[in-house]
């Protein structure tokens, strides 16, 4: 019987790294970012009920996500910061542009008296 060889495949710098963890503290625990899953959850809100103040809360809470990214502390399963931020910019412009792409309705030229 013939088979085929098998090559190693692993990376041959692989016995010059070192595993490295984070340790196990509470300041190194995994971070669930609470503003994150609530600024997705309210622009779609926003987006869906047609609310402007649930979609700006949505892109503040998005920015305030932003900024209190911890990268090193996020589970590999979070949403990333970014998207969130797209989420609630996406919500801010479904909110506006209706408003700004529509002509107003009802205005009219203003008669003159004749004199």
Do not use: C
Not at 65 to 83: A, C, E, F, G, I
Not at 96 to 111: E, F, R, S, Y
């Amino acid at each position: 019987m013939v088979s085929a060889p098998v090559y190693d495949k692993s990376d041959p710098r692989s016995d010059k790294v070192f595993p490295y963890h984070l340790p196990l503290t509470p300041e190194w625990s995994e971070y669930k970012d609470p503003y994150g899953q609530t600024a997705m959850t309210a622009a779609g809100a926003g987006m869906f009920v047609k609310q402007p103040i649930i979609v700006w809360g949505a892109f503040i809470l998005a920015v305030i996500s932003l900024v209190n990214s911890q990268p090193l502390r996020q589970s590999k399963d979070s949403t990333s910061p970014l998207l969130t931020l797209g989420m609630g910019f996406a919500g801010v412009l479904a909110n506006i542009m209706p408003k700004m792409m529509l002509a107003p309705q009802g205005q009219t030229d203003v008669p003159t008296p004749s004199p």
